[in-house]
């Protein structure tokens, strides 16, 4: 049996085959960077057309409260709480990742702080970890507020000392797919005293998370990756219940006002989760945010899971079987790794831009990544036999050897 039959075997098997039709995906195009931007979903654009014509063209400034705009983030939060373990109130869509990373790091920093005097300061986080989340760390620190250190993967339990105040890492990590063992990690930061803090923008919507049960603090997660939401789509932020009352952040806007249209001249603090509202709710993201969470949620994590394992497994069969020699940097068992798979090569750029050419889009990292995500909604296991081929004809021939496939655009 050629590659080609048996991938269309399984595809007929898959029981998420009927789910690709719920996505728009361009004709020809072979998508496996789900996990940068994820696909149209199809019922997207007529929900936003609702939303702009009706609710905002007709419905105007009444749409606030007759479509209940105002409980949208609350509504959506409460909606992607099933798929990380959470409560429905310890969710809120909102802000960007980064926004909620600088609110939630700063608000561990002060729980800390007033819990145990000005002694932690302490964010422990990764080297490599995704740039926003070290960054956002700086921040703070030129605030005078945070201190940052840095420890790899197998150094992080012994750097649990004690003035750490929290521990910031991203579960699944962005250019290799490793995931951190969320409830050991987690257990070992707070028997050093620290919180922490994961980041979801490559675990929501992938893999099964379960917050709760690993009694995590904080959490932030991306919209426009597995939830597909589109580009700058509103992120959530979730909080555990027990922090609830303590918790204070920063950016005290009039929206996480217990009050805002009382228009008072004093903040006072919103119930639970909704006091990370900070400006006016960006609507159109939000709801798209919801068409794609309610897609994912219908769908069902676990099943998301189980076949994005076994793409990422057969694309690795079909690369044996071309003798397409990959250096892998994800870990080679599924089972520790999220939905996708990389590849270290020095010329991954011009290899990914001639993938690109043959209408495979699978993304590069800098500086000698090659990164292909397997988002199982929509990624079909004929995909995945039709990418492998390309990639090792790439490969075979030389054919990213061009000077136009070295140029690099603004955003790689
Ligand atoms: C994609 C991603 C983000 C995105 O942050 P934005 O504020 O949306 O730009 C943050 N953290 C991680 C780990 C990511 O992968």
């Known amino acids: 049996m050629s590659l080609l039959e ?9 029981p998420l085959r009927e789910y690709r039709d719920r996505f728009a995906l361009p004709e020809g195009v072979i998508y496996l960077d789900g996990n940068s931007l994820g696909v149209l979903p199809r019922a997207t654009p007529e ?23 105002i409980g949208l983030p609350q509504r959506v939060g409460g909606k992607i709480a099933p798929l990380v373990g959470a409560a429905p109130d310890e969710v809120i869509a909102c802000d960007s990742t980064s926004v909620n990373l600088f609110k939630l790091i700063a608000a561990a ?26 960054y956002m760390i700086e921040g703070l620190r030129r605030q005078g507020l945070a201190e940052r250190r840095l420890a790899g993967r197998d150094a992080l339990v012994d750097a649990l000392v004690a003035n750490v105040a929290l521990l910031l890492l991203t579960h699944t990590h962005y250019k290799t797919g490793a995931v951190h063992d969320m409830a050991a990690l987690t257990r070992a930061a707070h ?27 904080f959490a932030v997660g991306c919209g426009y990756k597995y939830l597909n939401a589109g580009p700058g789509a509103p992120a959530f932020a979730f909080v ?30 919103a119930p639970g989760v909704d ?19 309610e897609l994912v949620a219908e769908i069902g994590v676990d099943r998301l899971y189980a076949k994005s394992q076994a793409l990422s497994e057969f694309f690795r069969e079909c690369l044996a079987v071309h003798g397409a020699g990959l250096d892998l940097v994800s870990p080679p068992d599924p089972g520790r790794r999220g939905s996708q798979l990389s590849f270290r090569h020095a010329e991954a750029y011009a290899i990914c831009q001639a993938l690109i050419a043959r209408g495979v889009i699978g993304d590069f990292r800098d500086p000698d990544i090659l990164r292909f ?32 496939f070295k140029q690099r655009a603004a955003v790689t």
């Open 6 to 14: 048996d991938a269309r075997t399984r595809d007929a098997a898959d």
């Open 47 to 69: 929900r936003l057309d609702a939303v702009v014509r009706g609710e905002w063209g007709d419905g105007l400034i009444g749409s606030w409260n007759d479509a209940d705009w």
């Open 109 to 134: 920093l002060q729980m800390q702080a007033r819990e145990n005097g000005k002694r932690r300061k302490v964010v422990l986080s990764e080297p490599g970890n995704f740039p926003t989340d070290l």
């Open 191 to 217: 028997e050093a005293g620290a919180l922490v803090l994961w980041d979801l923008s490559h675990s929501c919507g992938a893999l099964p998370v379960d917050l709760n049960a690993c009694e995590a603090d």
């Open 240 to 269: 555990a219940e027990r922090h609830h009352k303590a918790l204070q952040q920063p950016l005290t806007g009039w929206m996480g006002h217990a009050a805002p249209f009382e228009f008072s001249d004093d903040y006072a603090d």
């Open 275 to 293: 006091r990370l509202l900070c400006g006016t709710l960006p609507i159109i993201g939000l709801s798209a945010l919801e068409v794609g969470v």
């Open 373 to 404: 995500g397997f988002a199982p909604a929509y990624v079909s296991f004929s995909d995945i036999a039709e990418a492998a081929r390309h990639l090792a004809e790439v490969l075979e021939r030389g054919e990213w050897d061009r000077t136009e």
